[in-house]
């Protein structure tokens, strides 16, 4: 398969940028990346993997994804690297058990991670998969096709407060309740089938004057909807955790985070990994009380006007990366702390 970035429906987002970035990690050792591993953790249509693989010949790349249409388009775009690249179906929380399972030791085996989150262009683009509140298709939104909940089964399932927590909690929606009474009444006759049902019920649920500001009235539903069918948040939770600990001493981590929920957990997961252990009140370090990692951006780094006029959907990116500075002190994040 060949083609430009633009055939495979996928411009990738702040390119430029994650190759700075991630660069001095993957050429530490040789100048065109020999012997560096790199682990794009949400592949996609392949876009940040073919700049990294150009760019840096000698690299080798893992590339995962949990879509097997997305595995199979990154499969034919990036066969001209050959053997350089390593090919997964995977969750991005199952980064180690896959990184194990193409050949590398597993903790400090890895240079460099790129997250680019959310529902990829690629998905987005096919409007049979539901994720477009712009076409009217099934209430699908499985990032996985073989997962065994859908967007329907939520909708026409679900009770109204479980249905309200999902809208107010992944969606941040101010009408949580009110669409949730509007689903249950119109499922009451019929089932909710299409994506043009739901975005027609929500013009019905959401005030006018609400309507008209702050984006697309269903934005927020669908985005909720993304997240509960596919896990995005407590799988992202897992992720970010077990990627640090797979880096080496010097290795780098960029994550890409296209809304405020997802952002939130990777600055506190980057917060606490670059924060000293030792209590404050002592004037010196304590030895293996230092942070592990120290940050490379200043906050988020969003994408300049540039870039989003000639690819909207990088509006709403927030980039964050670190970088390893000491081995693991034994002390790693857990999930459960977060």
Same mark, same amino acid.
């Given at each position: 398969?060949?083609?430009?970035? +633009?055939?495979?429906?996928?411009?990738?987002?702040?390119?430029?940028?994650?190759?700075?970035?991630?660069?001095?990690?993957?050429? !530490?050792?040789?100048?065109?990346?020999?012997?560096?591993?790199?682990?794009?953790?949400?592949?996609?249509?392949?876009?940040?993997?073919?700049?990294?693989?150009?760019?840096?010949?000698?690299?080798?790349?893992?590339?995962?994804?949990?879509?097997?249409? +997305?595995?199979?388009?990154?499969?034919?775009?990036?066969?001209?690297?050959?053997?350089?690249?390593?090919?997964?179906?995977?969750?991005?929380?199952?980064?180690?058990?896959?990184?194990?399972?193409?050949?590398?030791?597993?903790?400090?085996? @890895? /240079?460099?991670?790129?997250?680019?989150?959310?529902?990829?262009?690629?998905?987005?683009?096919?409007?049979?998969?539901? &994720?477009?509140?712009?076409?009217?298709?099934?209430?699908?939104?499985?990032? /996985?096709?073989?997962? #065994?909940?859908? #967007?329907? /089964?939520?909708?026409?399932?679900?009770?109204?407060?479980?249905?309200?927590?999902?809208?107010?909690?992944?969606?941040?929606?101010? &009408?949580?309740?009110?669409? #949730?009474?509007?689903?249950?009444? !119109?499922?009451?006759?019929?089932?909710?089938?299409?994506?043009?049902?739901?975005?027609?019920?929500?013009?019905? +649920?959401?005030?006018?004057?609400?309507?008209?500001?702050?984006?697309?009235?269903?934005?927020?539903?669908?985005?909720?909807?993304?997240? #509960?069918?596919?896990? *995005?948040?407590?799988?992202?939770?897992?992720?970010?955790?077990?990627?640090?600990?797979?880096?080496?001493?010097?290795?780098?981590?960029?994550?890409?985070?296209?809304?405020?929920? *997802?952002?939130?957990?990777?600055?506190?997961?980057?917060?606490?990994?670059?924060?000293?252990?030792?209590? @404050?009140?002592?004037?010196?370090?304590?030895?293996?009380?230092?942070? *592990? &990692?120290?940050?490379?951006?200043?906050?988020? *780094? !969003? +994408?300049?006007?540039?870039?989003?006029?000639?690819?909207?959907?990088?509006?709403?990116?927030?980039? !964050?990366?670190?970088?390893?500075?000491?081995?693991?002190?034994?002390?790693?994040?857990?999930?459960?702390?977060?």
């Amino acid at each position: 398969m060949t083609g430009t970035p +633009a055939d495979f429906g996928h411009v990738p987002v702040l390119a430029d940028r994650c190759a700075a970035l991630l660069g001095p990690a993957l050429t !530490r050792h040789h100048g065109d990346g020999t012997g560096a591993v790199l682990v794009d953790a949400t592949l996609g249509a392949g876009g940040h993997a073919e700049r990294f693989l150009t760019d840096f010949p000698g690299l080798h790349l893992v590339g995962l994804d949990r879509d097997p249409e +997305a595995l199979e388009i990154a499969r034919g775009r990036l066969a001209k690297f050959g053997d350089r690249v390593t090919l997964r179906r995977s969750r991005y929380d199952e980064i180690a058990s896959a990184v194990t399972e193409s050949g590398y030791a597993g903790h400090g085996s @890895v /240079d460099a991670i790129l997250f680019d989150l959310g529902v990829s262009s690629m998905q987005l683009d096919q409007v049979q998969r539901g &994720f477009s509140y712009a076409h009217d298709a099934p209430l699908d939104m499985r990032m /996985d096709p073989d997962g #065994a909940l859908t #967007a329907a /089964d939520i909708l026409n399932g679900y009770d109204r407060d479980a249905l309200s927590d999902i809208l107010h909690r992944y969606g941040e929606e101010r &009408f949580a309740r009110r669409i #949730a009474d509007h689903i249950v009444r !119109r499922r009451d006759r019929a089932p909710l089938r299409s994506t043009a049902d739901l975005v027609e019920l929500l013009y019905e +649920a959401i005030p006018a004057p609400a309507r008209r500001t702050g984006g697309h009235p269903a934005k927020r539903t669908f985005q909720a909807l993304r997240i #509960a069918v596919n896990d *995005e948040l407590d799988v992202l939770r897992d992720a970010v955790p077990a990627a640090l600990g797979l880096l080496a001493v010097g290795g780098r981590v960029a994550v890409m985070a296209y809304q405020s929920l *997802e952002d939130r957990i990777v600055k506190r997961v980057f917060a606490e990994s670059t924060t000293s252990r030792t209590p @404050v009140d002592l004037p010196v370090e304590l030895p293996g009380h230092g942070p *592990e &990692f120290r940050a490379l951006t200043r906050g988020a *780094e !969003r +994408a300049d006007a540039a870039e989003v006029a000639s690819n909207p959907r990088s509006a709403p990116v927030r980039l !964050r990366a670190l970088q390893r500075i000491a081995a693991p002190s034994g002390s790693a994040i857990r999930r459960g702390e977060l």
